[in-house]
Nanobody, 120 residues
């Protein structure tokens, strides 16, 4: 069973940057596809980006070119570099082991997440 601890969120002005980190345990990290998700107030949790054990990445359209997902298998950590942040990016960000085709509401476990607030 995966366990994660997300960190790195905070308050940033529009156009600013943040780097989120996610330390994972309880799984064989170096073969797991990992994902970053987010949940804005009043909205469903949604996928943001994924990264396979080999480092192949995928992004949802609204973050392409602005966000970069990466990982360190040695540190069992996934990162999300977020640039050109917009107020619409305000949300609690979560990471998790990613299962293709599984709806977000079908994941049995979520960490506490890290709050990202984009505001002037």
């Amino acid at each position: 069973q995966v366990q994660v601890v997300e960190s790195g969120g905070g308050l940033v002005q529009p156009g600013g940057s943040l780097r989120l980190s996610c330390a994972a345990s309880g799984i064989t990290f170096n073969i797991a596809t990992m994902g970053w998700f987010r949940q804005a107030p009043g909205k469903q949790r949604e996928l943001v980006a994924t990264i396979t054990y080999r480092g192949d990445t995928g992004y949802v359209g609204f973050v392409k070119g602005r966000f970069t997902i990466s990982r360190s298998n040695a540190k069992k950590t996934v990162y999300l570099q977020m640039n050109s942040l917009e107020p619409e990016d305000t949300a609690v960000y979560y990471c998790n082991r990613y299962y293709a085709g599984r709806p977000e509401h079908d994941y049995a476990y979520w960490g506490q997440g890290t709050q990202v607030t984009v505001s002037s």
